[in-house]
């Protein structure tokens, strides 16, 4: 079993400039510049678990994934997979941390975080 713990989220929209408007309007999220495509959301001026909003891509073009931080990416992509998981992006490499993205068996979508 691999321990994890929800660390972000990440929203896709086919709108991400409305949908970062609107969470801001009404729920008083702090909407960063973009980078990567990716706008950083904070969440109850940071007293809650952060994340962003992406434009989605063909794969998953809107929804919410939930970011796990494992300790080893590989193991549980391994896991996943051995568990009915199927693997939607292999590892990527970022410069503080590694991505993945996995559905699991019932159809929900999860990135996987490993930090450097």
């Given at each position: 079993?691999?321990?994890?713990?929800?660390?972000?989220f990440?929203?896709?929209?086919?709108?991400?400039?409305?949908a970062?408007?609107?969470?801001?309007?009404?729920f008083?999220?702090?909407?960063?510049?973009?980078?990567?495509?990716?706008?950083?959301?904070?969440?109850?001026?940071?007293?809650?678990?952060?994340?962003?909003?992406?434009?989605?891509?063909?794969?998953?073009?809107?929804?919410?994934r939930?970011?796990?931080?494992?300790?080893?990416?590989?193991?549980?992509?391994?896991?996943?997979?051995?568990?009915?998981?199927?693997?939607?992006?292999?590892?990527?490499?970022?410069?503080?941390?590694?991505?993945?993205?996995?559905?699991?068996p019932?159809?929900?979508?999860?990135?996987?975080?490993?930090?450097?």
């Amino acid at each position: 079993m691999i321990k994890s713990k929800v660390v972000s989220f990440e929203m896709n929209s086919q709108d991400p400039d409305k949908a970062a408007a609107f969470y801001s309007n009404v729920f008083g999220w702090t909407i960063g510049e973009p980078k990567w495509g990716y706008s950083e959301a904070v969440t109850n001026g940071g007293d809650g678990i952060n994340g962003g909003i992406v434009h989605g891509p063909s794969d998953y073009p809107h929804g919410i994934r939930l970011h796990l931080e494992v300790d080893s990416i590989d193991n549980a992509l391994k896991e996943a997979v051995q568990n009915g998981a199927q693997i939607v992006r292999e590892k990527m490499e970022f410069e503080e941390f590694y991505l993945a993205y996995i559905v699991d068996p019932v159809g929900v979508g999860i990135g996987l975080i490993e930090n450097k």
